[in-house]
Structures are given as structure tokens and as C-alpha cells.
């Protein structure tokens, strides 16, 4: 019984530790592709980019 709960947890931390690790390692890559993708780009006109105060929220008294 411990046995067995011993090799389930450490097959568990296994698994995070190689998901993290892959993260790290495809993480900055995707990045890289993606800011070379935006640098290509064009940047939007003025009325269109996204104004972070747009949403209004109603005031509640």
C-alpha cells in the first residue's frame, strides 16, 4: 500500500516537473515567432485599437 502511494506521488511530481519543463522550453520559443509575426505586421489604425477604460461599469449607490 505505501509502495504503491510512494510510486503514484512520485510518478505525479514526474509529470509536473516535465510539463514544466517543457514550458520553458516551447514558451520562449512561441514567443520569439510571435513577436517577429507582430513586428511584420502593420499596427492598427487609432480608432481601432482597443481602449483599456472602454468598458463602463454602472455605478451602484
Known amino acids: 500500500m505505501l509502495t504503491t502511494l510512494v510510486l503514484v506521488l512520485a510518478g505525479i511530481t ?33 480608432e481601432r485599437r482597443p481602449l483599456p477604460g472602454a468598458i463602463r461599469r454602472p455605478v451602484v449607490h
Open 14 to 46: 514526474a509529470w509536473c516537473v516535465a510539463s514544466l519543463a517543457l514550458a520553458l522550453i516551447v514558451g520562449p520559443m512561441i514567443r520569439k515567432a510571435d513577436r517577429r509575426r507582430a513586428a511584420d505586421r502593420e499596427p492598427l489604425p487609432a
